[in-house]
Nanobody
Framework: QVQLVESGGGLVQAGGSLRLSCTVS????????IGWYRQAPGKQRDVVAT???????NYADSVKGRFAISRDNANNTVYLQMNSLKSEDTAVYYC????????????WGQGTQVTVSS
């Protein structure tokens, strides 16, 4: 079975920082890409940042220079360091993973709320 366990969400003032983490338990599967999406009320779910097994990263334009994603391959854990937070960053953040067994498939975390006050 595959499980994604998230932590680190909360309430923070504008300009502050938070660090999210997500551990992917996926024995017998290769974790190709892990990362974060976010969704605000009434809006679509958008990608925030991703990282491949080789360490290649991609960021949404809105978070470049403020957020940093990293990965611990030994534990299949992904981190999202969020600095200089803005009210626009308020959303539910979802961890996701793309895995490979016989084929590629995706799994999602339950989501963690990030609220930035202004």
């Amino acid at each position: 079975q595959v499980q994604l366990v998230e932590s680190g969400g909360g309430l923070v003032q504008a300009g502050g920082s938070l660090r999210l983490s997500c551990t992917v338990s996926a024995s017998f599967f290769s974790v190709n890409i892990i990362g974060w999406y976010r969704q605000a009320p009434g809006k679509q779910r958008d990608v925030v940042a991703t990282i491949t097994s080789g360490g290649s990263t991609n960021y949404a334009d809105s978070v470049k220079g403020r957020f940093a994603i990293s990965r611990d391959n030994a534990n299949n854990t992904v981190y999202l360091q969020m600095n200089s937070l803005k009210s626009e960053d308020t959303a539910v953040y979802y961890c996701y993973a793309n895995l490979q067994g016989r084929s590629f498939f995706n799994r999602w975390g339950q989501g963690t709320q990030v609220t930035v006050s202004s």
